[in-house]
């Protein structure tokens, strides 16, 4: 894969967040200039990196209806939750990306969902829509992580092909921390998917059979 492109930070502003729970945290956003999909991703910075540590870095792929509306067919409003909590706590960035639906976009996605009611995993309903199981590419996760001076990451994610690409985009992932297990009755068979499809790091056995 080739290098990306350099990006630069654009403009930086602080904004405190209050989640649904009533967790707080002041987040310091980031846009940038010279993306290389052109898309309209930011970072947020949390807490402080100890002098010498590593930066926590959480790639959160934008999803409408988990983080916003709470959806129970995911588990992506309970990721971002838990990130920006662990990522305040560890000093490090969350990238929020503008990937819905894992790169095919909002109306995809929801046709995806009523296939999936038809029996079909999350995988299986997108290729029937004639799109990729995943259509992320993160070039430009890696090129805001460099313009951030985050060169060297501990990654906050269960899923494997992050830190593939990662690495392969010049950013070195020190290690792969997963997230939580969120589960729900609603999102059982979309997590088992994840781990039996694209061996997400998801410890479900424990929980279900």
Do not use: W
């Not at 502003?13 to 010279?34: K, M, N, Q, S």
């Not at 297990?181 to 059979?209: C, P």
Request: glycine share 12%.
């Amino acid at each position: 894969m080739p290098q990306p492109g350099s990006a630069t930070v654009r403009s930086r502003v602080r904004i405190p967040l209050t989640f649904p729970d009533g967790y707080r945290a002041d987040a310091e956003v980031f846009t940038f200039h010279g993306l290389a999909d052109g898309a309209e991703h930011i970072a947020l910075a949390f807490g402080e990196v100890p002098q010498g540590g590593t930066p926590l870095v959480r790639l959160h792929s934008e999803c409408l209806t988990g983080d916003v509306f709470g959806s129970d067919r995911c588990d992506c409003g309970p990721q971002l939750r838990e990130s920006v909590e662990r990522i305040s706590e560890a000093g490090g960035y969350l990238l929020y990306l503008r990937q819905e639906g894992r790169g095919i976009g909002l109306y995809n996605k929801l046709d995806a969902y009523a296939l999936q009611d038809s029996g079909l995993d999350t995988y299986d309903a997108n290729t029937a829509l004639g799109l990729p199981e995943d259509g992320r590419d993160y070039t430009a996760a890696a090129q805001m992580l460099t313009a951030l001076g985050a060169a060297g990451i501990e990654l906050l994610s269960n899923n494997p092909d992050k830190a593939a690409q990662l690495a392969c985009l010049g950013i070195t992932v020190e290690r792969r921390t997963p997230t939580g297990v969120h589960l729900s009755a609603s999102n059982v068979r979309y997590l088992r998917a994840k781990v039996e499809r694209t061996g997400h790091s998801i410890e479900l056995s424990r929980l279900v059979g």
